[in-house]
Structure formats: structure tokens, C-alpha cells
């Protein structure tokens, strides 16, 4: 008989026992529950042995199923302990911040030990159907509480294992751009140009447009700059081609595009692409700036301003 229905059979004869008392009835109750009803030696004497029978037909249907829920028990235990640390060994292998590691090694023994613990007590006869229920209405309610603080650690862990970014990184998400800083479980940290610190939800970057800046080592320039249309095209870009020869940060492959752009309202448009290292972009893009600038005015060059010519026409009063 399972140890769990022998109890029950043995709680519900004491409970019939006392209905019948209140009826006048007799019935048969387990002399464990109820206790001595005869304090002489032999009254006694029986209730011991009817006590130590009972208590031997359920140690002997019990024992095998305990010694083998134990048994599973510990194996189980230690074959959580192996997986906890392999997941460590894993995030570990990949770079993950070992703080973010621990983290999701807890989590994932944590449910594994919960789901042990249940098999075992099903191994005993428990009904875990209950505690089942009341541990799924209580993920449930904490889920809709935190769902917000969950969505943004889902974030965190989806950018710590897929690392689209890292510190020291330069990137644009979530309507702000600066240099990663720190990268915690439900937010990255940035610093502005201007030494401003910006804390955006990871999951903003997570379900997010991101543009990361520091992933490819070269970065092209783009500068523009009109001139009149009375200025000679090919005297100007061969000005720019000077320039952009004479700097050594500027890269020769791909080789730089000094082209006419664009004919506009007021400028014939002079385009300039470069290739320079990452770390020289803005630099570069500043100095090249002036350059060009001071360069025109030295060789004669308009840049001349957004004009409009407007006809004013004036009609006689008849």
C-alpha cells in the first residue's frame, strides 16, 4: 500500500471513530491515532503491538520508496551543482561578465532544483498537482509586477550574450550617442562628448535600431563645399587634391573621390570622400575642414553664400 494512502486511511479511521462515538457507534480506528483505551498491562501490552504492527507495515511500504527518493535526491543535487558550473564554464568561454554569468547559473539551478524537489515528493506518493498550480499562479503574478524590470534584464542578457557592443564602444540607440561605459544587467551606461552620463534601458537598445561606430577599423569622410559658378571646377579640386595628398592619416586605398556633387541654387557643389582610420575621423574631418577653407581663400575660390534673386516688377497705376 503507498505510505502516503496508509496514513490517509489511518487519519480518516480515527475521524470515523470519533463520528461514531458521537452516534454510539463502534468503529475500527487505527490504534496509533487514538490512543490506549485500556491502561491495564494487558490493555497495554496490545495497544503496543496493534501500534508497532502499524507502524512496521508502513515503515515497510515507505522505506523503498525513501531510500530511493534519497538516492535521487542527492545524485540530482550533484548533477545540478555539474550543470550550474558547466553554464559558468560557457558565458565564461564567451566573455560574458562573470557577474551576468553567476547570475543566470543561479537561475537556471534554482528551476532545476525545484523541478527535482517535485519529482522527488511525486516519488513518495505527494500530490504535487497544488504546489504546481500555486507555483505557476506565483510566477505569473511576479511576471506581470516585473515586466518591465524583466523585459530590460532579457535586454541585458541578450546584448551580454550577442555583444553588439562593448565598452569603450562608440554607439547611437535609443535617441542618444556616447562611449559605452559600463554595461549592467538592465542598463548601459554612456558618456556623451560634452561628459555627460546617459543611462538607457537595455531593452530600448535590445528591440532597438543600434548604430555602433567602433566595429569596422576605417571610416570614410564626407566633406561638401560649393563654390561660384564662376570659379574653375578643375582649379578646385586639384586644391583639395593637395590637401588630402599632403596628410598622411588619409588612406590611399580606397582612394580618395574629389568629384562635382551637385549643381545647386547658388554653388556648383564639390564632394570629397576619404578613408581614414576609426580613431582619426573627426580629427581629420576637422583639419580638412579648414584647410580647404583657407586653401580657397588663398587660391582665389568663392565660396559663395545661398542667394536668391527675386524680380520686382512694377506696374503703373492706370
Known sequence: MNPVTLLASMFQNAEVAEEAAGTGEEAATSPILSGPTDFSAD????????????LTDLAVAYAPRLALAIVVLVVGWIVVGYIRRGIGRVLSLKHI????????????????????????????????????????????AIGMALRGTLSNFAGGVSVMLFRPYKVGDFIEGAGQSGTVKEI??????????????????????????????????TRRIEINVGIG???????AKDIVRELVGADDRI??????????????DSAVEIKTRVWVDAGNFWPVTFD???????????????????QQVVHHVHENAS
Open 97 to 140: 561578465d562573470p557577474t551576468v554569468g553567476n547570475f543566470l547559473g543561479s537561475v537556471a539551478a534554482m528551476a532545476l532544483k525545484i523541478m527535482l524537489l517535485l519529482s522527488v515528493a511525486g516519488m513518495v506518493g505527494i500530490e504535487v498537482t497544488s504546489f504546481i498550480a500555486i507555483l505557476s499562479a506565483a510566477t505569473l
Open 251 to 264: 588612406h590611399a586605398d580606397p582612394a580618395p573621390m574629389i568629384v562635382v556633387g551637385a549643381l545647386g
Open 184 to 217: 549592467q544587467i538592465f542598463n548601459t551606461v554612456l558618456t556623451t562628448g560634452d561628459n555627460r552620463t546617459v543611462i538607457i534601458p537595455n531593452n530600448a537598445i535590445a528591440t532597438g535600431v543600434l548604430v555602433n561606430f567602433s566595429t569596422q577599423p
Open 43 to 54: 490493555g497495554l501490552s496490545n495497544w503496543v503491538s496493534e501500534a508497532t504492527g502499524q
Open 288 to 306: 580638412l575642414n579648414e584647410k580647404i577653407k583657407k586653401a580657397f581663400d588663398g587660391g582665389g575660390i568663392n565660396i559663395p553664400y545661398p
Open 229 to 235: 559658378y564662376e570659379d574653375d571646377i578643375d582649379r
